[in-house]
């Protein structure tokens, strides 16, 4: 090792030095001891690794006023909460990774009431005695959707599971090939049959499956025939699928019920506002599916949650299942999802309060409006770091839903000058609050669909901090 490199290594400001600090005194008023060491011992370490591979080469990089002043903002960095509120400027409307829906200022209002004190979550106030806690959504769910029973667990991973291990287990399922789905990485129809203890039977090949496939290995052994709403992929060209209803009148032959994953799951017909058709609760229940079961957080705009609708007898089994209570709803999921229900109503109101279906049918006009008020509050820009452009684009509904739908959108566009596209992503991403962006052909895109109102001076703040970067 060089003499340099050995003496810079003796320069490092001693602990103690350091702890007696202007700057650090005023932290020790803030933070707790321990958290001050910490943030010291990897400023410390990171030091000597930059010693080490040459990074630092002089003394002045090492003086009691540069390191401690890194302290603090390391401090700043290793206390925060790691939950954070980000934008999401990516136009995926039910990012998954971003937390999915958020919920109606509605459901927020009641947040505050219901979680800082005691509820009748599941106790009885009619009767005083024991109650469920299912009870607060059964019955606005069976009015809204016309199912017979309901339950709901904590997510609709956890919904599927528990249906076929509650009327399948140690008994044969069949489904279609063409609907054997992996939904975000984790979630795949073969595994979660598996874990159920049901026995998948497959039918029909990857793009065709027809009912006399179903009718050929129905037996004594057919506990349930599965529908599973392919939910992120489409199948094109030459397909063929045997309609719910179908399936029913097979199912019905034999004595065997019909249930059907529909993922997404949504209320409101959105071939209503002008964009494709998914098939909705009321829809696939009226055809007779026996159970079906969907998410909270998707389409719905609700809270992470696992919804099943059925029949009386299905429902009530799996309501007995000792998983069921594993899988069990939280009390804040439970209190949004009521909320967030409450307001399908009306359905002029969902689709007006609920967020994720107020930015899937957000009008082009008001897409413009929004860019056209980012732009101004931007103002005129004197950067050589980057040039920028309102441009029409295409924005994604997110979640699993809807994959072919490409809804059209109003987008800022970065067009890269002495910064790169990539740097200026990661410079978003790296800002207080993070802006989450789409790098699409050496641009960096923001898309307005999903930007809130309100967060529009926060994003206009971030622009402005990018152009002045040196
Ligand atoms: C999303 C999805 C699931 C999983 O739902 P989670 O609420 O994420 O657990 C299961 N099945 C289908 C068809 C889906 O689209």
């Known amino acids: 090792m060089s003499n340099n490199r050995q003496g810079l290594f003796r320069e490092i400001p001693a602990v103690d030095r350091l702890l007696t600090t202007t700057r650090l005194q005023q932290a020790s008023g803030e933070y707790p001891r321990s958290l001050i060491l910490k943030a010291i011992n990897l400023v410390l370490d990171d030091l000597r690794a930059k010693i080490q591979n040459g990074e630092i080469e002089a003394q002045n990089q090492l003086g009691l006023d540069l390191v401690s002043n890194r302290v603090t903002e390391k401090l700043k960095m290793i206390s925060r909460a790691s ?8 136009g995926v409307v039910v990012h998954t990774n971003l937390g999915r829906s958020i919920l109606a200022e509605k459901v927020l209002r009641r947040f505050r ?6 509820s009748n979550l599941e106790y009885d106030l009619e009767r005083g005695v024991r109650g469920s806690r299912y009870t607060h959504v059964e019955d606005i769910l069976k009015e809204l959707t016309g ?49 159920s203890g049901a026995r998948m039977v497959e039918v029909g090949a990857t793009n065709k499956t027809h009912l006399r496939d179903y ?22 060209g030459f397909t063929e699928d045997v309609p719910l209803s179908d399936l029913v009148e097979l199912g019905k032959r034999n004595g065997i019920p019909v249930m059907e994953d529909l993922g997404s799951g949504c209320f409101v017909d959105f071939s209503h506002y002008g964009l494709m058709k998914e098939p909705t609760v009321q829809e696939t229940l009226s055809q007779g599916a026996a159970l079906v079961t969907f998410s909270g957080d998707k389409l719905l705009g609700g809270p992470q949650a696992g919804i099943i609708l059925g029949q009386n007898g299905l429902v009530e089994a799996i309501k007995k299942n000792q998983l069921s209570r594993a899988l069990r709803i939280d009390k804040l999921t439970l209190l949004a999802l009521e909320e967030t229900l409450r307001l399908y109503r009306d359905e002029r109101v969902a689709v007006k309060e609920i967020p994720t279906l107020r ?17 101004k509050l931007i103002g005129r820009l004197k950067t050589g770091n980057f040039s920028i452009e309102l441009v029409g684009g295409t924005s994604k509904v997110g979640g699993g839903a809807l994959p072919l739908l490409e809804l059209p959108s109003r987008l800022l566009s970065l067009i890269p000058g002495k910064l790169s596209s990539q740097a200026m992503e990661a410079w978003l991403r790296s800002y207080e609050p993070p802006v989450i962006t789409r790098l699409e052909r050496e641009r960096v895109l923001l898309d307005l669909r999903t930007v809130q109102e309100r967060e529009l001076k926060t994003v206009a703040r971030a622009i402005k901090d990018l152009a002045q970067l040196d």
């Open 113 to 118: 009431s219901l979680s800082g004190g005691y």
């Open 215 to 236: 009718e050929e290995v129905i037996g004594p052994e057919t506990a349930l025939l599965l529908k599973v709403h392919r939910s992120n992929f489409e199948l094109v």
């Open 83 to 90: 939950l954070r509120p980000v934008i999401n400027a990516t």
């Open 147 to 195: 199912a017979e029973a309901a339950m709901v667990v904590n997510n609709n991973a956890a919904a599927v599971l528990v249906s076929l291990e509650t009327l399948a287990r140690g008994r044969e399922v069949v489904v279609s090939r063409g609907q054997l789905v992996e939904i975000g990485g984790s979630f795949r129809i073969p595994d979660v049959m598996r874990k």
């Open 359 to 375: 930015m899937i049918c957000q009008s082009h006009g008001s897409l413009i409006r929004k860019a056209d008020r980012l732009f």
